[in-house]
Structure formats: structure tokens, C-alpha cells
């Protein structure tokens, strides 16, 4: 569920949009006509110097209107693998060389590797053809927008639909529907919900000026004289964890 993951914290884009269920048409998509159709996305998720703000609920089923998780957040994306993400208690900051995950609700700093995934470039769209294998795609298209839907036949992951204004081609929705037995969130000590469904609604992308936000770890963390990190003055009471073999420089 890597990759899953990822796209979760990950995916941007266009505004908060219900559309007409009337006229639907479906088609059957081979995995290069899926590349074709899910390529503006990738290309804009990739797009540097951003700010998008989202907001995420996690219903029961995909039937069920009752909510067991909710949250909003923000994800600014700087240059390079730079990039800040604030979601409900936890806050990501990373640089072209290392990943700090501030977890307020548990005090926790965790220092990591940086994640080079998290260019989403090869989302799906570039993964082996193995992996597409794994795939079903279908494309549902309404008047006013269409959906990109990738089932897995294969494997245990679930439903992904991506939900696209027909004029703009802007990915405006996700909804993610798992499996049976395949769980959503370890703290969900109902084992009775088994397929949850994951929607998240995308606020339109705005452009990210430099100086808008930091990307400094140093409030975090510092080095101290021995060349390991440790946590600054003002993250007292927080314990660090380094997932990371060797530390290295704050500097970027």
C-alpha cells in the first residue's frame, strides 16, 4: 500500500465540484490509454512552488454516510524535494537531504531518509507492466466531469477513482475504497469495518512564493557536538527517533 500511501498525502488539485450523474457513458481503458488520460495530473503534481489545501474524511463503506475519521491539511511544495505538509497534528518538513515527521499528538520527532518517491512522477502511470497487469481501468464520463477508475484484480488494493473537470482536466476528488480486510487505520479497533472508503476534495492550487513558508529544520533539530542530531530548546518534552543510519547536515 506504498504507493497508495503516498498518493493520499500527496495528490493536488482543482476546486470542490459536484457534477450531473445524468448521460453517463463508460469505457474500457488499456493500461497506455489510462497513461494518456492520468498525465495532466501527474504533470501538475509534479509542478513546483505550489500550496494546496485539502480536506479528507474516511466513511465507513462507500455506501455509508457516517464519518470515523475527518481532517484537513496543507501541502506546500518547494523546489526540488522540498516540501512542508501540516494535517491535523502532524507536520512533515523536508529538504534535499533528510525528512522530519513532527508528531504533536504523541511527542514525537522522527528524523528520515529523504523520500524521492514522494515526486509522483511514476505514479501508475510509469510502474512496471507487471504491476499495470494488476490493474483494471475504466473511464466514466459525465457532462461536466469524468472519472478514471483503476480497480486491482490481483492484488489486495482496492478501488481508485479519480474524479476530473471535463473542461480543465483538473483532478478536483479522490476516492479510495478498500478491500475487505484490508484496513484504512490501525487505531480503528472496529474489526467489523472492513472496507473503508477514503474521500478527499482538493481547494484550486495556488502558487507558493519564496518566503511563504520554510523549509528550515533547524527550529527541529540541531547537531550537537558529538555529530548527531538532537532535539532544539523548543521541542522540549518531545522524544527523537533517527530512522536513518548515518545523520547528516542540516544544511541544504
Request: proline share 4%; net charge negative; no cysteine.
Amino acid at each position: 500500500m506504498r504507493t497508495t500511501t503516498i498518493l493520499l498525502l500527496l495528490i493536488p488539485f482543482l476546486a470542490l465540484f459536484e457534477g450531473t450523474s445524468a448521460a453517463q457513458t463508460s469505457i474500457v481503458l488499456s493500461s497506455s490509454e489510462f497513461s494518456k488520460e492520468i498525465e495532466p495530473m501527474r504533470t501538475m503534481m509534479n509542478k513546483e512552488m505550489t500550496v494546496v489545501r485539502f480536506k479528507r474524511d474516511v466513511f465507513q463503506d462507500l455506501a455509508s454516510n457516517k464519518i470515523l475519521e475527518s481532517g484537513s491539511g496543507t501541502l506546500y511544495k518547494g523546489k526540488g524535494l522540498n516540501y512542508k505538509m501540516i494535517n491535523g497534528g502532524m507536520t512533515i518538513v523536508q529538504t534535499e537531504k533528510m525528512s522530519l515527521v513532527i508528531d504533536s499528538a504523541n511527542n514525537v520527532v522522527q528524523i528520515n531518509s529523504v523520500d524521492s518517491s514522494l515526486k509522483i512522477s511514476n505514479f501508475l502511470a510509469e510502474l512496471p507492466a507487471n504491476i499495470l497487469d494488476n490493474y483494471e481501468f475504466e473511464k466514466i464520463s459525465y457532462p461536466a466531469f469524468f472519472v478514471l477508475k483503476a480497480t486491482a484484480v490481483k492484488t489486495n488494493d482496492g478501488i481508485m477513482e479519480f474524479y476530473f473537470h471535463t473542461k480543465t482536466k483538473m483532478l478536483y476528488k479522490f476516492v479510495l475504497t478498500f478491500p475487505p480486510a484490508n484496513y484504512f487505520s490501525e487505531e480503528l479497533e472496529d474489526e467489523s469495518v472492513e472496507t473503508p472508503s477514503v474521500v478527499m476534495v482538493y481547494e484550486p492550487m495556488q502558487a507558493l512564493k519564496t518566503g511563504d513558508v520554510s523549509f528550515d529544520l533547524s527550529p527541529y533539530v540541531k547537531m550537537n557536538e558529538n555529530g548527531k542530531f538532537v532535539l532544539t530548546e523548543k521541542m522540549a518534552g518531545y522524544e527523537l527517533i533517527d530512522t536513518r543510519y548515518q545523520p547528516t547536515s542540516l544544511k541544504n
